[in-house]
């Protein structure tokens, strides 16, 4: 799908150096929302060892960790460090092709089981196994056996809902759950907020569903009485 006619540019994945005001492009079809394609997924009966959605890396070596006053608000820190890839995920990303190692990402618990982050890869390594993160981090540092997987893959669009933006090129592609000709596909444009209230009182909304923004659906200042 071609989306230059719906936006003059697509909105950066979120990363570790994204700000607080990240409003992401999303892809609906009939209602359902169109995952970012990724390795491993849930349930997949060719991976059952990574039912949940995770693989785990096999070693982390740090090669160096810093702090500096221009790193994102709500960070402590951050490093430079290599993962090392389990052999089968090795063996998966063999089959990537160079375009897509270079946009690739990891979503992570690295430096903690409870606290998760978006992760740009770099030196995307096949013969060694491994791969370079980069930039700031909160908690720690990176931990062996940390869960992640990765995304922004076309080469993983293998199931409906499935969905890969070029964004250079401001092309979406898509497994669709059902017949496109037969759906809708809704994409989100709108940035502003839906309403904007502003030195008010008494306002109801009532029987409303408020959907399919990149903004926030309502904002208020000033404002007593709002149900």
Not at 133 to 158: K, M
Request: hydrophobic fraction near 30%; proline fraction near 6%; glycine fraction near 6%.
């Amino acid at each position: 799908l071609d989306l230059s006619p719906y936006a003059d540019e697509i909105p950066e994945i979120r990363d570790q150096y994204s700000s607080d005001m990240y409003l992401p492009m999303e892809f609906y079809q009939d209602g359902k929302l169109l995952r970012n394609a990724r390795f491993p997924r849930e349930n997949d009966p060719a991976y059952p060892q990574y039912e949940d959605g995770f693989t785990r890396n096999t070693g982390t070596e740090v090669l160096e960790t810093y702090k500096r006053e221009d790193l994102p608000r709500g960070y402590d820190g951050g490093l430079r460090a290599t993962i090392r890839m389990a052999d089968d995920v090795l063996e998966r990303a063999r089959h990537y092709s160079g375009a897509t190692t270079e946009h690739l990402y990891m979503f992570a618990y690295l430096t903690q089981e409870w606290r998760d982050q978006t992760f740009r890869v770099f030196d995307f390594d096949l013969e060694k196994g491994t791969f370079l993160i980069d930039g700031p981090t909160v908690n720690g540092t990176a931990r062996p056996n940390s869960r992640y997987y990765f995304f922004n893959l076309p080469e993983e669009i293998t199931n409906p809902g499935d969905c890969y933006v070029d964004r250079e090129n401001r092309v979406l592609y898509f497994y669709p759950y059902i017949d496109p000709a037969q759906s809708e596909l809704l994409i989100t444009v709108q940035e502003q907020p839906m309403f904007a209230l502003e030195d008010v009182e008494d306002v109801s909304f009532e029987n409303i569903c408020f959907n399919y923004t990149r903004g926030s659906a309502i904002t208020a200042e000033r404002v007593t009485g709002l149900t």
